[in-house]
Nanobody, 116 residues
């Protein structure tokens, strides 16, 4: 099994930046894709960005050009650099991993609040 712990959330003004980090522990050699999701109040959880073991990335249209996902396979970490933040980026951000077996793990979530 894989355990995920996020850090780096907080309060920032619109136009500002935040960097989220996620550290994986457990059977990290089994991890394939890692991703960041977010869930705003009253909305469904949505994929923000995903990165594979070979560093192929994909982003939600709403964050393209503003957010960058990166990972360190040796350290089993995945980061999300968020620039030009907007109030509608406000959400709880969750780290996610999928193992080669298909099993999934979620972090506990970290709050990001962007004030206008």
């Amino acid at each position: 099994q894989v355990q995920l712990v996020e850090s780096g959330g907080g309060l920032v003004q619109a136009g500002g930046s935040l960097r989220l980090s996620c550290a994986a522990s457990g059977i990290i050699s089994s991890i394939n894709a890692m991703a960041w999701y977010r869930q705003a109040p009253g909305k469904q959880r949505e994929l923000v960005a995903i990165i594979t073991t070979s560093a192929i990335t994909n982003y939600a249209d709403s964050v393209k050009g503003r957010f960058t996902i990166s990972r360190d396979n040796a350290k089993a970490t995945v980061d999300l650099q968020m620039n030009s933040l907007k109030p509608n980026d406000t959400a709880v951000y969750y780290c996610h991993s999928r193992s080669r077996s298909g099993s999934e793990s979620w972090g506990q979530g970290t709050q990001v609040t962007v004030s206008s």
